[in-house]
């Protein structure tokens, strides 16, 4: 039996993958572009896992992200179209960033407080504002460099 999958985005970067969930239109892949990009201009490994629907499973205690295959290194550049990526088959998931309304993100969170739980794991959690990459990109990035994981 395939895994289940979720409306989501995922990318490593590094070895960090994060998985970045919002509703259809809040700008999950044209963050994970921007991202990827951002850390490629760093020097750091950054390629996509899955873009649209990410697999997910419990092994050994990690959330692994896969692409289901009729999508593998395939992402949506929205203006755009569909448009081949660079990508790997599966990435540990450390960081879930949500994109929410702004309003609702927390103005001085405790990096790594907050976590949320799929496939039975805790993840790492963080509510980034949706539809606005220029704002979302840095916090993510210093969210990554805060949890030490890059």
Do not use: W, Y
């Amino acid at each position: 039996m395939s895994p289940p999958t979720v409306h989501a985005t995922a990318v490593v970067i590094g070895e960090i993958g994060v998985l970045i969930r919002g509703a259809s239109g809040t700008g999950k892949s044209s963050l994970a572009f921007a991202l990827v990009e951002a850390a490629r201009q760093s020097g750091l490994h950054a390629a996509f896992v899955a873009d649209d629907r990410v697999a997910l499973s419990h092994v050994n205690g990690r959330l692994i992200a896969r692409c289901p295959e009729t999508i593998a290194g395939l992402a949506e550049r929205r203006g755009r179209g569909i448009e081949g990526v660079d990508h790997v088959p599966a990435a540990v998931i450390r960081l879930i960033a949500d994109l929410v309304d702004a309003d609702a993100v927390v103005r001085l969170p405790e990096i790594g407080e907050e976590k949320a739980e799929l496939e039975g794991v805790m993840v790492p959690r963080q509510a980034i504002p949706a539809r606005q990459t220029s704002v979302s990109l840095p916090l993510l990035r210093a969210a990554l460099m805060e949890m030490n994981k890059i």
